[in-house]
T-cell receptor, first 113, second 111 residues
């Protein structure tokens, strides 16, 4: 365990479903991130939260909706996804957004059918 | 942003040192070199970072050339569990400069 826990580990959802991915960190960090990793592609930064405020949204479609209710929890709400959204979704946290010491969770493997 | 160039893949015998190179010829003075690795189907793991001095920790050593245009990550005694994709990233440390991953080097450690 890295101190960043993601649930569920695997998720299969239909294109009309609504689901949420959860990330929880027990490291006392104040910044949290969502990354997407599609097959054979590099990780793509999706969202950044610092002190529970969204500070970056990298042109992510509105069918992905992040939520950060407190500094320990981060959600990614999903609705009307497409099959090409199937990927590994990774959550990470860090202190003060410095680039060393990012701690990643093990990810949620999402399949959209 | 400074770009990095890494070999696509490398092999290493178990117990030997694994030397992973990275070229970053356009690095600027305030940019650090970071190394992360990603074991299959897991999240990336931070390994080490440095500015201009060589660095060592319990996982690896980082050797940065004097002109800072290239660096080498050294795993002194590779094990099968070191099989992973290794990412060399050059970024500033500022909070507006997010960690962006490239394609990395796939290291295969064989028995």
């Amino acid at each position: 365990e890295t101190g960043v826990t993601q649930t569920p580990r695997h998720l299969v959802m239909g294109m009309t479903n609504k689901k949420s991915l959860k990330c929880e960190q027990h490291l006392g960090h104040n910044a949290m991130y969502w990354y997407k990793q599609s097959a054979k592609k590099p990780l793509e930064l999706m969202f950044v939260y610092s002190l529970e405020e969204r500070v970056e949204n990298n042109s992510v479609p509105s069918r992905f909706s992040p939520e950060c209710p407190n500094s320990s929890h981060l959600f990614l709400h999903l609705h009307t996804l497409q099959p090409e959204d199937s990927a590994l979704y990774l959550c990470a946290s860090s202190q003060d957004q410095v680039n060393y010491g990012y701690t990643f969770g093990s990810g949620t493997r999402l399949t959209v059918v | 942003d400074a770009k990095t160039t890494q070999p696509t893949s490398m092999d290493c015998a178990e117990g030997r040192a694994a030397n992973l190179p990275c070229n970053h010829s356009t690095i600027s003075g305030n940019e650090y070199v970071y190394w992360y690795r990603q074991i299959h189907s897991q999240g990336p793991q931070y390994i080490i970072h440095g500015l201009k001095n060589n660095e060592t920790n319990e996982m690896a050593s980082l050797i940065i050339t004097e002109d800072r245009k290239s660096s080498t990550l050294i795993l002194p005694h590779a094990t099968l569990r070191d099989t992973a994709v290794y990412y060399c990233i050059v970024r500033t440390i500022y909070n507006t400069d997010k960690l962006i991953f490239g394609t990395g080097t796939r290291l295969q450690v064989f028995p």
